[in-house]
């Protein structure tokens, strides 16, 4: 064999190896950090999926949770690029049951839309003022309407909770700890909501009691904003949280105060209450002790306990600041198949009754509704603004921008891009300083979407669209408001009058211009 020929067949070895170390070394792409080289056939793949997609698999709506162009607006939106779609809608609008269409309107008070491009900053807070009617001592005006949703230390690599917690800090937000208690990797300058599950971890006794002076020392020693008390979650209810042993490392278990070589599984219901009597004596307790507004998270099922809440709430004495209502078909890190598939209503239709029962007491301008449940594409965000819901909260799509691709494997420890693993060398591919950008402008696209639909339909801000202002279609037949659709009275989905003016007001301060040309000569006014 000739000099040339050995130098010519060593060539592609050479190539393979500058490749694998070029691709080792890059912080973009946390998968081709994990897996040099192989990794290529993923973005190959992706390529020419479409084409694929089209002639032999599925189309861009049909993969399950989130569909094909669902997850390419959210990594277009969250890398700044284009995320327009060309040629027109491929939803199936004809032969749909239950489309939602928004009607904008033809002429507005409401200044002209702004140019503002994707990832670019709106003023986008919320309509109400977490904790303000119930004159909590640290209550404010969450900066963002979309935020992130519980989601632990323990079901997410540290590497996911440093990139989300720089993520919020960057876009104005706020950080659910979710119920693995509040770790290192939550500590990167980003305003957190604690959240308390049933096995208090965070913030409970060497025997696992719930322990009210480490809740206080907790809170006072992070930029903690609230406190959400876990009831339930719309992918387990029933079930406490479940961590596998697979991806319990000795850093969790020290944080939790837990035990290594076994599943970590939360009770199912909490030990500090029984009933809704016993449960708003101790959110009061902790609202009185920390300052903050507490609030419940809870997915629907039965109604008898928001009914009963409804009741003692309307006494005024006490009272929840926030209500997180979680769709059935929200994400999690490991449940049983039944509970993810089938117990649990799915969010609009569990939100509609919960938001029911608490405007029959009266009770809707007097605390935050909060959703989730595949609320973080600018469509469902919005139907879920008219229909009553004050903030959004983002999980899994979260996960997508900071790199997830929807192989559902979290419940395994193999997460291929490091965002829900313990794995050492999967959480190396995944770069918190780069993804926490790319979730920043997720949520800033997010915000200026929903500021942008606003606009079309003539008001300031989102939480001003009504239940009116969207109709669900039966195919090309016939289309009913939300209101009907939902039984909403006509003060419904509303808010109160106090607290419109005072967001219109601030919106008008903080409105975009721009949009149209000035007037000719001519014009007609
Ligand atoms: C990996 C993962 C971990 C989660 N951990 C928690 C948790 O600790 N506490 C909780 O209340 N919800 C938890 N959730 C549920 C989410 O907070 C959220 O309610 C649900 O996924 C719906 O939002 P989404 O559709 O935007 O994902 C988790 C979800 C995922 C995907
Ligand atoms: S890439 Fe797969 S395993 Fe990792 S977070 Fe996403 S869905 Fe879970």
Not at 203 to 223: N, T, Y
Not at 298 to 313: C, I, K, R
Not at 428 to 455: F, H, M, N, Q, W
Request: overall charge neutral; glycine content about 12%; some cysteine.
């Amino acid at each position: 064999m000739s000099k040339w020929t050995r130098a010519l067949s060593a060539a592609p070895l050479l190539a393979t190896a500058g490749l694998a170390a070029w691709d080792m070394s890059q912080k973009k792409h946390a998968l081709l950090r994990n897996f040099p080289v192989i990794g290529h056939g993923r973005y190959l793949l992706e390529t020419i999926g479409p084409e694929l997609r089209q002639y032999i698999i599925s189309t861009n709506d049909q993969e399950r949770p989130f569909s094909r162009d669902q997850r390419s607006w959210i990594y277009a939106s969250c890398k700044g690029e284009n995320n327009y779609f060309g040629f027109g809608t491929d939803d199936d609008v004809e032969d749909n049951i239950g489309y939602p269409v928004i009607k904008h309107r033809t002429f507005t008070d409401s200044p002209p839309p702004s140019g503002t491009h994707s990832a670019e900053d709106v003023v986008l807070p919320s309509a109400k003022v977490l904790g303000g009617p119930r004159g909590r001592r640290l209550a404010f005006r969450p900066q963002s309407l979309i935020n992130v949703s519980a989601m632990s230390f323990g079901s997410l690599s540290g590497a996911a909770i440093e990139a989300i917690n720089k993520g919020v800090l960057l876009a104005g937000a706020l950080h659910n700890t979710g119920e693995g208690a509040l770790s290192p990797h939550h500590r990167q300058g980003g305003d957190l909501i604690f959240q308390i599950g049933t096995g208090y971890f965070g913030c409970r006794d060497r025997e696992g009691r719930f322990d009210l002076e480490r809740l206080k020392d907790v809170v006072a020693g992070a930029p903690v904003r609230a406190i959400e008390v876990k009831l339930s979650q719309g992918a387990k209810p029933g079930l406490g949280g479940v961590l596998p042993a697979a991806k319990l490392t000795q850093e969790i278990a020290d944080i939790r105060g837990v035990e290594m070589g076994h599943d970590i599984v939360s009770p199912s219901r909490h030990g500090e209450f029984k009933d809704v009597d016993s449960m708003l004596d101790w959110v009061e307790k902790i609202a009185d002790a920390t300052g903050l507004p507490v609030g419940v998270k809870s997915a629907v099922g039965d109604l008898v306990f928001w009914e009963q809440l409804t009741q003692q709430m309307a006494k005024g004495d006490r009272g929840v600041d926030f209500v997180t209502v979680d769709g059935g078909e929200g994400g999690t890190g490991a449940a049983p198949l039944v509970f993810s598939d089938a117990v649990a209503l799915p969010f609009f239709v569990g939100f509609t009754r919960v938001y029911s029962v608490f405007a029959e007491a009266g009770l809707t301008d007097s605390v935050t509704f909060i959703g989730s449940g595949k609320l973080g594409l600018p469509k469902a965000a919005t139907v879920a603004l008219a229909l009553g819901v004050d903030m959004v909260n983002v999980a899994r799509e979260a996960m997508l921008s900071i790199g997830c691709i929807q192989s559902q494997k979290c419940h395994t420890d193999k997460c291929p891009t490091g965002v829900a693993t313990q794995n050492p060398w999967l959480v190396r591919g995944l770069d918190p300083a780069s993804k926490s950008v790319r979730l920043a402008a997720y949520l800033r696209t997010v915000r200026r979407d929903l500021l942008k639909i606003s606009e079309a339909v003539g008001v300031l801000h989102p939480g001003l669209i009504d239940p009116d202002d969207i109709e669900l279609l039966e195919g090309t037949r016939h289309g009913v408001p939300l209101r009907g659709v939902y039984g909403y009275a006509p003060t419904w989905g509303v808010l109160g009058k106090d607290i419109a003016a005072d967001i219109t007001e601030l919106m008008t301060r903080e409105a975009p211009t721009g949009g149209s040309a000035a007037p000719s000569r001519s014009a007609a006014h």
